[in-house]
Structure formats: C-alpha cells, structure tokens
C-alpha cells in the first residue's frame, strides 16, 4: 500500500499533465524514491490512481533500466560496460569491483549496502572506464581507486 507521501506526491505530478497515464514514469520514481525498488504491490496502487492496468504500468517500469522491480542496495552501483569502457580496462574494474564486494552482477551485498549492475554507456567515453554510484559519476577509473570511492558510501 502506498503512503500518504506518495498519493499525495504522485497526486501533484498528475496535476501538471494533461492525462494521469503521463504521470506513470514520476509516478514509479516518487515510489522508488521512498523504497529503493517498485514492487508488484506499488505497481497495482500506481496504476489505480493513473487508471491505468498493471500490465500498463509494469511495461513501463521495466522498460527503464534505472527503475528497479527488485529490491537494491542503499548504493546502486551502474559500472559501464560499453566497448570504450572494455578497450580502456573495464575487465579489471569489473573483476575487482566484484572481488571487494564479493557479488556479481545483478546481486547485493548482504549488508544492503551495495547493488551492482551493468550499464551499456555513461556517456562519458572520453574518460573511461566510468562508473555511477547513486548520482556521482566517476571517470578515468583504476583498480587502485575503486576501495577509496567505495568507502564514501557507507
């Protein structure tokens, strides 16, 4: 079930489009934003408010990447793996990102501290390899590196 913070917020972001369905994708980040993930039960209260059927709102939610349909760590963490990233060394960030977690793909460490998924650009080709963690981009990245970024998030 939804929380009055959340009908009220969604509530809001429906009062600035022209139908409630355009609302959907403020709507599955307000929940996220609260929850960390959208579960099937949140997709069932979204798509009441925004009449809208499940399925209408599950095919949203799941055709972004960044809205999560499963529960994830306090720190997400997208490692790039585009083909700039794997030329300049993603292999070695990956494997050794992996080993300091000690998680793959997909998987969160036991803690909750951390999820890490794979992304197929940054976008920051430039200065790769690159990773996000949360909202904080990070560049030019070596496997030194990876224990100091990591410790800012606790």
């Not at 994708?25 to 949140?42: C, F, H, M, N, T």
């Not at 080993?99 to 920051?124: M, V």
């Not at 904080?136 to 410790?151: E, P, V």
Request: aromatic residues 6%.
């Amino acid at each position: 079930m939804l929380s009055a913070i959340e009908i009220e917020q969604i509530t809001h972001e429906m009062q600035h489009v022209p139908v409630k369905k355009a609302a959907c994708i403020e709507a599955l980040k307000i929940v996220q934003g609260q929850r960390r993930w959208v579960s099937d039960e949140s997709v069932a209260d979204i798509a009441a408010i925004l009449e809208m059927s499940t399925a209408e709102v599950d095919s949203v939610a799941t055709f972004y990447n960044l809205i999560f349909r499963r529960p994830v760590g306090r720190h997400v963490i997208l490692l790039c793996d585009s083909i700039s990233c794997y030329v300049m060394g993603y292999t070695e960030i990956k494997q050794q990102l992996m080993d300091l977690l000690q998680i793959r793909y997909g998987q969160t460490t036991p803690d909750e501290r951390f999820t890490l998924l794979p992304n197929a650009c940054l976008g920051t080709c430039d200065h790769a390899p690159a990773m996000m963690i949360d909202n904080d981009l990070y560049r030019n990245l070596t496997t030194a590196s990876l224990s100091q970024i990591l410790d800012q998030y606790l």
